[in-house]
């Protein structure tokens, strides 16, 4: 069975201390895999879309990278701004629900002033 | 990206009536889907939202419970029939890109309580 997993659950910084959330994914192709924000109270904002391994994507202080096996999104000098919940979606190739999103079940994330 | 819109934004509805969410684009967009995300869970996807023709849905989920509508290519309804507390969710359209049809960006939501 597809699966993704996200990890940690929760992540607490000091404003500008840099750090990794992970995706790890178990799926037989794979068509892209996809980084969203959520605030609270909002739909998810899309950030990056990888679709093969070594890829990097950088915005600001987010910078996606992808594996064969997991994606990190790295945060760098990270600020409260970027606190909120990140999301990892697979998009996986074959199966009948073509542009199906599966999705990890995210990572919190707070950064302290 | 498409500016996405959805009605009503949240409902407090009780047990056993319906309630019709709208989901509407200001582009016309290939692809849309509706997805649910249950309290404290991540996104999870009901169907797709075919225009002119029936919505394919995903496993767990049915055409009597979840009936969609996609008139045109800017406009989708899902509507959640008999209403369980089970059913407390924020439903969510989403999109795929004009650009590139794999990306999805979606709508803010739509947080329904059931008494």
């Known amino acids: 069975e597809d699966q993704v997993t996200q990890s940690p659950e929760a992540l607490r910084l000091q404003e500008g201390e840099s750090s990794s959330l992970n995706c790890s994914y178990t799926?037989?192709?794979?068509?892209?895999l996809f980084w969203y924000r959520q605030d609270p109270g909002k739909g998810p904002e899309f950030l990056f879309t990888?679709?093969?391994a070594g890829e990097e994507k950088e915005k600001e202080r987010l910078k996606a990278t992808l594996t064969k096996k997991e994606s990190f999104l790295h945060i760098t000098a990270p600020k409260p701004e970027d606190s909120a919940t990140y999301l990892c979606a697979v998009q996986f190739a074959g199966g009948t629900s073509y542009g199906k999103l599966t999705f990890g079940q995210g990572t919190i994330l707070t950064v302290h002033p | 990206s498409a500016v996405i819109s959805q009605k009503p934004s949240r409902d407090i509805c009780q047990r056993g009536t319906s309630l019709t969410i709208q989901c509407q684009v200001d582009?016309?967009?290939?692809?849309m889907f509706w997805y649910r995300q249950q309290p404290g869970q991540s996104l999870t996807l009901i169907a797709t939202a075919n225009q002119g023709s029936e919505a394919t849905y995903e496993s767990g989920f049915v055409i009597d419970k979840f009936p969609i509508s996609r008139p045109n290519l800017t406009f989708s309804t899902l509507t959640v029939s008999n209403m369980s507390p089970e059913d407390s969710s924020i439903y969510l359209c989403?999109?795929?890109?004009?650009?590139?049809?794999?990306?999805?960006?979606f709508g803010p939501g739509t947080r329904l309580t059931v008494l």
């Open positions: 582009s016309q967009v290939t692809m």
């Open positions: 799926v037989s192709g794979l068509r892209g």
């Open positions: 989403s999109v795929s890109s004009s650009r590139n049809y794999n990306e999805q960006f």
């Open positions: 990888l679709y093969s």
